[in-house]
C-alpha cells in the first residue's frame, strides 16, 4: 500500500504475473501482455519499486558480456525473480485452499503439478542477490535454427580492475541434464570467462572443466 498511485496498478500487474513468468521457459516479461500496446519504458519506475524494496530482483540481458555487465544491459529484455521464495511459493498458490505447511509438504513430496526448476532458480537469484550481484543473463539467437542457441541463466562478475572477468551460471534442477548452451558461450567468450558453473542436486564434481556445484555453495561465488 506505499506505492504511489500513479504506478500502484502496474507494479501490481507485474508482481501478479511474476509465478507464471518463472514457470515458462523464456522467463523475460513480455511488455504488451501485462497491457496491449504497451512497452519497457512505461515500467521503468515499476521494477525500480520492486526492486528498491527487495520484494523482487530484476536480472537484465546483457548483448555482449564484457567488460562492465550494466554497460550492455538491455532495457526490454528483463526477467524477474521474487526477494523471497517463500513469497513465490505462497504467491504461485494464494488462489488454492491448501494451507501453506501443506503446501511445502506436497512440494518435498513431488505431488503438487508444479515447474521445480521455478523455484529452484528463483533460490539461486536470492542467493546471488544475497551475496551482491547484480543478476544478468543471455541469449542468443540462431537465425539459421531459428531459435536460442544459447542460453545462460545468470552472469556474474568479479568487478576487479586489474583482471576482469565474468562467470557464466546455469541453474539445472533435475540430475540428468545437457550443458551444450554453456559449452558454445565459453567457446565464444573464453578470453572473458574467469570459470564456469553449473548449479545441480549433486555432490561438487567438474565436468569438461565446468565446475559443478551443489546449491549450498552458490554463496560463494
Known sequence: MKIRRQYRAKVLAVFDQIPGLLSRHEKRVVF????????????????????????????RRVSDPNVGLSLCESDTYIKCYLGDTGLLVSHAFDENELLENEVYKQIFAGKLGLNEGMLYENVIAQMLTANGHRLF???????????NDIEIDFIISNNRKTKYQIYPIEAKSGSNYSFKSLLRFREKYRQRIGSCYIVHPRNLCEKEDILCIPPYMVICL
Open 32 to 59: 504488451n501482455r501485462i497491457l496491449p500496446g504497451s512497452s519497457a519504458d512505461q515500467y521503468e519506475e515499476t521494477f525500480f519499486w520492486l526492486t528498491d524494496s527487495m520484494i523482487a530482483n530484476e536480472c
Open 137 to 147: 543473463f543471455y541469449t542468443h539467437y540462431s537465425e539459421e535454427k531459428r531459435r
